[in-house]
């Protein structure tokens, strides 16, 4: 039997999996590797360890899994980029996109290219501020670390300098450069003009499916060029779906991205957290992002103080589907009602008209859902041709969010998919494409259709 192996780095979690011809998983491993400190004493990952784990463990599975391991790929996070020398060596740590920078960079790049608005609204990116717009790390290097930036020749994105591990090629790929990067002109296709004006080069963009061919413990196998975990866990869906969807992405984040939309992004829309990435045939994503496991973990943690309530109490809340149709028919929120931006913050509800946790808890989860449904309204094109929603990720297992999603759109399919790693598979499934036994056909979604109450 064959086999592909995949590295899932999160920020979180690093996990290296192997699948099976059939795209089912047969081997998984977690790796832990405690985060260290950079030069300023800030938390980053441990670039050296996660190398090391990396050659160590693709050996091992190469010599021990019993499969006929024919090619590995990569998926991280992004937001994330890798400096090299002169010699092909990697320069300084992995910077941590949460670092604190000066404004004043990118504001150099608003004066000089048309405003925020317009450099945005090119780029197709929000300005996030830190370190999270990539392309920023560059003009940070540049200002603060002279000295390694003058040593750099290389610059890669993260999943393509651990693809650069074993390759040893310079690359690039459409889904981390079309990241929020601030590198990338969607009107034209191409990388913006301050990269060239700053001398900056860059390599040109390969096609997801790019392999090379190594030689790892006596063997050649098919190396990916990696790919970014958000597009990564869209290629399942965009490979497999019969109708045009939005992917709703759920945890910390939940991120709508609709790839039927091509709708051109509009400076008030990114004032509100949209975006658009590249998918894998480089054609815009619309997307937007709303923080909906963190204001969910923040607010329950205020509700379990008041209740005094179990940590994990939530878990095991059910659905009340008289109070949900009696929220939905009166429309208004308690939580959110002034619709204010810090709701995570601070609850906005006087707790003590609910008598227990468990109704307490289902007015929130609706209340969220609908601040969760503005965030997923912007990515909806004009005419509307979307015909099904798709949730996948935490909140697909939580009842008053799918059942309150189905209420709230009520003309659309409301799916939660049973994918596992579905950013690993997508992964697994753009490096092997084309080849034989590998059929991406036969991928199953696994999707489940949630009425409305």
């Given at each position: 039997?064959?086999?592909?192996?995949?590295?899932?780095?999160?920020?979180?979690?690093?996990?290296?999996?192997?699948?099976?011809?059939?795209?089912?998983?047969?081997?998984?491993?977690?790796?832990?590797?405690?985060?260290?400190?950079?030069?300023?004493?800030?938390?980053?990952?441990?670039?050296?360890?996660?190398?090391?784990?990396?050659?160590?463990?693709?050996?091992?599975?190469?010599?021990?899994?019993?499969?006929?391991?024919?090619?590995?790929?990569?998926?991280?996070?992004?937001?994330?980029?890798?400096?090299?020398?002169?010699?092909?060596?990697?320069?300084?740590?992995?910077?941590?996109?949460?670092?604190?920078?000066?404004?004043?960079?990118?504001?150099?790049?608003?004066?000089?290219?048309?405003?925020?608005?317009?450099?945005?609204?090119?780029?197709?990116?929000?300005?996030?501020?830190?370190?999270?717009?990539?392309?920023?790390?560059?003009?940070?290097?540049?200002?603060?670390?002279?000295?390694?930036?003058?040593?750099?020749?290389?610059?890669?994105?993260?999943?393509?300098?651990?693809?650069?591990?074993?390759?040893?090629?310079?690359?690039?790929?459409?889904?981390?450069?079309?990241?929020?990067?601030?590198?990338?002109?969607?009107?034209?296709?191409?990388?913006?003009?301050?990269?060239?004006?700053?001398?900056?080069?860059?390599?040109?963009?390969?096609?997801?499916?790019?392999t090379e061919k190594v030689n790892i413990a006596g063997k050649a196998i098919d190396v990916g060029?990696?790919?970014?975990?958000?597009?990564?866990?869209?290629?399942?869906?965009?490979?497999?779906?019969?109708?045009?969807?939005?992917?709703?992405?759920?945890?910390?984040?939940?991120?709508?991205?609709?790839?039927?939309?091509?709708?051109?992004?509009?400076?008030?829309?990114?004032?509100?957290?949209?975006?658009?990435?590249?998918?894998?045939?480089?054609?815009?994503?619309?997307?937007?992002?709303?923080?909906?496991?963190?204001?969910?973990?923040?607010?329950?943690?205020?509700?379990n103080g008041y209740f005094n309530a179990p940590d994990d109490a939530y878990k095991n809340v059910?659905?009340?589907?008289?109070?949900?149709?009696?929220?939905?028919?009166?429309?208004?929120?308690?939580?959110?009602?002034?619709?204010?931006?810090?709701?995570?913050?601070?609850?906005?509800?006087?707790?003590?008209?609910?008598?227990?946790?468990?109704?307490?808890?289902?007015?929130?989860?609706?209340?969220?859902?609908?601040?969760?449904?503005?965030?997923?309204?912007?990515?909806?094109?004009?005419?509307?041709?979307?015909?099904?929603?798709?949730?996948?990720?935490?909140?697909?297992?939580?009842?008053?969010?799918?059942?309150?999603?189905?209420?709230?759109?009520?003309?659309?399919?409301?799916?939660?998919?049973?994918?596992?790693?579905?950013?690993?598979?997508?992964?697994?499934?753009?490096?092997?494409?084309?080849?034989?036994?590998?059929?991406?056909?036969?991928?199953?979604?696994?999707?489940?259709?949630?009425?409305?109450?």
């Amino acid at each position: 039997m064959k086999g592909i192996v995949v590295f899932d780095i999160g920020k979180t979690n690093k996990k290296v999996l192997l699948f099976d011809e059939h795209f089912n998983i047969v081997q998984q491993k977690e790796g832990k590797m405690p985060p260290v400190v950079d030069d300023d004493g800030f938390e980053c990952d441990d670039i050296e360890r996660i190398e090391q784990w990396i050659l160590e463990s693709l050996e091992d599975m190469v010599k021990d899994s019993g499969y006929d391991i024919v090619a590995v790929n990569f998926s991280t996070y992004g937001a994330t980029l890798v400096f090299l020398d002169n010699d092909g060596k990697r320069i300084g740590p992995l910077n941590n996109y949460l670092k604190p920078v000066d404004d004043n960079i990118a504001g150099q790049l608003f004066d000089q290219y048309g405003g925020q608005d317009e450099f945005c609204r090119q780029t197709a990116s929000p300005s996030l501020g830190l370190l999270l717009n990539s392309g920023i790390q560059i003009l940070w290097m540049k200002k603060e670390r002279p000295e390694l930036y003058a040593k750099t020749k290389s610059i890669l994105h993260f999943p393509q300098y651990l693809s650069y591990l074993l390759t040893n090629k310079i690359t690039s790929e459409p889904t981390s450069i079309g990241c929020h990067t601030f590198m990338w002109n969607f009107d034209d296709q191409c990388y913006h003009q301050w990269l060239s004006d700053y001398n900056i080069e860059l390599p040109v963009p390969q096609t997801n499916n790019k392999t090379e061919k190594v030689n790892i413990a006596g063997k050649a196998i098919d190396v990916g060029i990696g790919i970014h975990d958000s597009s990564s866990s869209l290629v399942p869906y965009l490979m497999g779906a019969k109708d045009n969807f939005v992917l709703l992405s759920t945890g910390t984040w939940c991120i709508s991205m609709n790839p039927f939309n091509d709708e051109i992004l509009t400076a008030d829309e990114l004032r509100q957290d949209c975006l658009d990435y590249l998918n894998i045939y480089q054609k815009p994503v619309k997307s937007a992002r709303y923080f909906l496991g963190h204001i969910h973990d923040v607010n329950v943690e205020v509700l379990n103080g008041y209740f005094n309530a179990p940590d994990d109490a939530y878990k095991n809340v059910a659905l009340d589907e008289n109070a949900l149709r009696a929220y939905i028919k009166n429309g208004k929120q308690v939580f959110f009602k002034n619709g204010t931006p810090d709701g995570y913050i601070d609850i906005h509800a006087d707790l003590s008209k609910f008598s227990t946790f468990e109704e307490a808890y289902n007015q929130f989860v609706f209340d969220l859902t609908l601040e969760n449904a503005k965030s997923l309204k912007l990515v909806l094109p004009a005419d509307d041709d979307v015909s099904s929603l798709i949730v996948s990720g935490g909140f697909a297992r939580n009842p008053i969010y799918m059942r309150t999603l189905a209420s709230l759109f009520p003309d659309k399919k409301i799916f939660t998919s049973e994918i596992d790693n579905a950013t690993a598979l997508g992964a697994a499934m753009v490096c092997t494409e084309n080849r034989e036994k590998f059929d991406v056909s036969n991928v199953e979604l696994g999707l489940e259709r949630w009425e409305k109450a």
